[in-house]
């Protein structure tokens, strides 16, 4: 018999970490299971010889998200992470030899703007009253409350009238050039739409409140590498009396025979837990679409609605240990591809592991020095891809390919300087954390109704709920963690 406050979570990504806190919280008997050996799914880590590798994200925006989980659970985020400030928060370097420093804040970007883009910075300070504005209204509306009627009740009617006026139905690319001439500047708050995998010529401009979240909480690292957030969350879980099982696969979520309620969890090794809530953290999609919903009455219509949604795109990343420091790269930077539209359309049209990709190269050792020995970076190497549904080929020589365009990009990068490496890309996303069609952040936001269609947090059967990046309200380390408080209220 399911003991009535019991509850399992199914996955150990940050999302399944989130709801079983909120769920332990709320005074549940919470189980969580993973199926890999570590916990924390996409923000996962690797480690060679004193060079420290985080695999997943790089960066932490909305720091306030974090504080609130430990405040929630009467603790202090101090006493188990030590946030620091990224400054300047990347570096720009565009096909055409202009390096730009965004500081960070939204002053400082302002008067770099202004001494290397004259002229603009009007424009930019009416892209930041307009990013406050949607900021205002997809907060409570969008971001922080579920995706229900209810919500909309939530809204300061004051700021809604202002931030509804922002909500104006256009893509992101076209809403920019409201504000800004220079190209570069088009290009730089262009790429605010690959931080949940769209396409900026077709997401929404809702989606520019990205930028204005950037600049206005700033951009964080944690000292000791974000994976660090993957264990004080897990510390916390355990303080709190989740009992977390690694190496745990779930085959299948059980129903009633009316398929209205949850009645367990089958666990692939023959045992079953019997539960009458259950957390589903794993891939949203790829749990309606595959095994994991597959006992359900409503599976294939379930199947047939979700199966042929658009695919948000991916990332295919390169860890590098170098043997030498570069002096020219600060914590991140960004290489600029000539074409972007070329890049999007490589993504997500005509698609193809990109030609002449945007590179992201992330070298925390910049700011923290226990990522990497004396003498040695190690790099994150980030760029676009598209999903496998989109591409699935991936040419063995890609990686020799990536470093070979470093070579050209990062002044006094050789391959010689490389001391190790290793590649992953869609398949290994789809493969190790079961993203479906290996994409990072779930159904595409490529149209201006997205945040409807992604997968609600309230499931479909009575005392199932889901978690994580392909549900409400999408993926980024705040938005997952949100997801899992929504998800197990
Ligand atoms: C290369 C890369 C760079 C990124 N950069 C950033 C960044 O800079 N900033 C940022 O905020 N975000 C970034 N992200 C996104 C961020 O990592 C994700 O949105 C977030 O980690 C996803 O969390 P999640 O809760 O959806 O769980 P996931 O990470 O998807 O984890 C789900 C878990 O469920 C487990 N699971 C699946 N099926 C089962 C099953 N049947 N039984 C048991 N367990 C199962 C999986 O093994 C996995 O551990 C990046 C992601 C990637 C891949």
């Known amino acids: ?31 969580l299971v993973e199926q890999n050996d570590t916990l924390g799914g996409k923000a996962n880590h690797r480690q060679w010889e004193g060079y420290q590798f985080d695999t997943g994200p790089s960066l932490v925006t909305m720091p306030f998200v974090l504080r609130e989980l430990f405040q929630k659970a009467g603790r202090r ?65 969008f971001l922080f409350n ?20 922002a909500l104006k139905p256009e893509t992101l690319q076209a809403s920019l050039k409201r504000f800004f001439k220079d190209p570069h500047l088009l290009q730089l708050f262009s790429r605010y739409a690959t931080y949940n995998g ?100 409503k599976a294939a219509r379930w199947r047939e609605t979700w199966a042929p949604r658009e695919v948000s795109g991916s990332g295919y990343v390169l860890l590098l240990a170098v043997g030498k420091r570069f002096p020219e790269l600060l914590c991140h930077n960004i290489f600029f591809c000539e074409n972007y539209e070329r890049e999007f359309r490589e993504i997500f049209g005509d698609a193809r592991p990109l030609g002449d990709p945007t590179v992201y190269i992330s070298v925390p050792c910049k700011i923290d020095d226990t990522q990497a020995p004396a003498g040695g970076e190690a790099w994150f ?28 990009l990062v002044p006094g990068f050789s391959h010689a300087d490389v001391q190790w490496s290793t590649p992953f890309g869609p398949p290994f996303l789809r493969d190790n954390y079961a993203a479906w069609q290996g994409s990072i952040y779930g159904p595409a936001s490529n149209s201006t109704k997205a945040a409807f269609f992604r997968v609600r947090n309230r499931g479909p059967v009575k005392g199932l709920s889901f978690a994580g990046g392909s549900a409400h309200p999408g993926g980024g380390i705040p938005l997952v963690l949100t997801s899992g408080r929504l998800a197990a209220q």
Request: glycine content about 10%.
């Open 198 to 297: 769209s396409d900026p010529a077709r997401c929404p401009a809702t989606f520019n409140v990205i930028a204005y979240v950037e600049m206005a909480f700033g951009s964080w690292h944690i000292r000791g590498g974000i994976y660090r957030l993957v264990l004080a969350l897990a510390k916390l879980a355990d303080e709190l009396g989740v009992e977390i099982r690694t190496d745990s696969p779930v085959e299948a979520v059980d129903f009633s025979s009316d398929g209205k309620a949850v009645t367990g969890v089958a666990l692939s090794r023959g045992m079953t837990l019997p539960v009458r809530r259950v957390v589903i953290n794993a891939d949203a999609v790829t749990a309606l679409c595959g095994p994991l919903m597959a006992r359900h009455p």
């Open 77 to 141: 985020l101090e006493d188990y992470l030590d946030l620091m400030p990224v400054k300047p928060a990347c570096r720009y370097y565009f096909a055409d030899g202009v390096c730009f420093d965004a500081p960070g804040s939204v002053e400082g970007m302002r008067e770099a703007i202004a001494q290397t883009f004259p002229g603009e910075e009007a424009g930019f300070d009416r892209f930041m009253a307009y990013g406050k504005r949607l900021w205002e209204v997809s907060g409570p509306a």
């Open 381 to 408: 190497v980030l760029v676009n891809a598209p999903s496998l549904d989109r591409f699935s080929g991936w040419p063995a020589d890609y990686p020799g390919f990536l470093v070979k365009r470093l070579q050209a």
């Open 1 to 31: 018999m399911a003991g009535n406050n019991r509850a399992v979570v199914i996955g150990g990504g940050l999302g399944g970490l989130s709801a079983a806190i909120h769920l332990a919280i709320a005074g549940h008997r919470v189980t």
């Open 146 to 165: 579920p995706m229900e009627a209810s919500t909309l009740f939530k809204i300061n009617p004051f700021k809604g009238l202002a931030g509804l006026a």
